[in-house]
T-cell receptor, first 113, second 110 residues
């Protein structure tokens, strides 16, 4: 089945540093999404990408949909303590009878004040 | 606007018991999903539905069943609970690929 490889598994950074994480797939997707999960909560959508090459920002977050449609990255600039959590990428071939939304294993982010 | 609502929030089952995890959404989304998340792990897709009357298996469907008789509801059924089904279960619905999650059901099978 489809699998997403997300890296790194975990990151320990100093407050104010920039963060970069990425996700690759063995198959193509027409939608890439990035989520954040806080302890005891469900994942919350951060950014959705619909077009190969698309670069989208949401505040200090920037994500890109890879040209090959098999990868995506997420950058967080000037990290702050509330950025702590687990970040997941997800891929989907949205539309028609295809609808399964597959998640990566997550990147756990720790921020030192 | 409640979004995606899951019930119950917590449940302890004995081995062999059955139960239904409820999920309802009020956003009129066609796509709905069930995931399980084991401690420290990512989300694994159990079943999904692209509309009322249509369901399909995800990565880990064994031991579970679903139905989708209405757009709003997507219950997940465990027929013979096993310790391996101890997990946190998340339901989600989506529009144009943007999935919104419920708060989760923490299930323990003893």
């Amino acid at each position: 089945g489809q699998q997403l490889n997300q890296s790194p598994q975990s990151m320990f950074i100093q407050e104010g540093e920039d963060v970069s994480m990425n996700c690759t797939s063995s198959s193509i997707f027409n939608t890439w999404l990035w989520y954040k999960q806080d302890p005891g909560e469900g994942p919350v959508l951060l950014i959705a990408l619909y077009k190969a090459g698309e670069l989208t920002s949401n505040g200090r977050l920037t994500a890109q949909f890879g040209i090959t449609r098999k990868d995506s990255f997420l950058n967080i600039s000037a990290s702050i303590p509330s950025d702590v959590g687990i970040y997941f990428c997800a891929g989907q071939n949205y539309g028609g009878s295809q609808g399964n939304l597959i998640f990566g294993k997550g990147t756990k982010l720790s921020v030192k004040p | 606007n409640a979004g995606v609502t899951q019930t119950p929030k917590f449940r302890i089952l004995k081995i062999g018991q059955s139960m239904t995890l409820q999920c309802t959404q009020d956003m009129n989304h066609n796509y709905m999903y069930w995931y399980r998340q084991d401690p420290g792990m990512g989300l694994k897709l159990i079943y999904y539905s692209v509309g009322a009357g249509i369901t399909d298996k995800g990565e880990v469907p064994n031991g579970y069943n679903v139905s989708r008789s209405t757009t709003e509801d997507f219950p997940l059924r465990l027929e013979l609970a096993a310790p391996s089904q101890t997990s946190v279960y998340f339901c989600a619905s989506s529009l144009q690929g943007k999935a919104f999650f419920g708060q989760g059901t923490r299930l323990t099978v003893v």
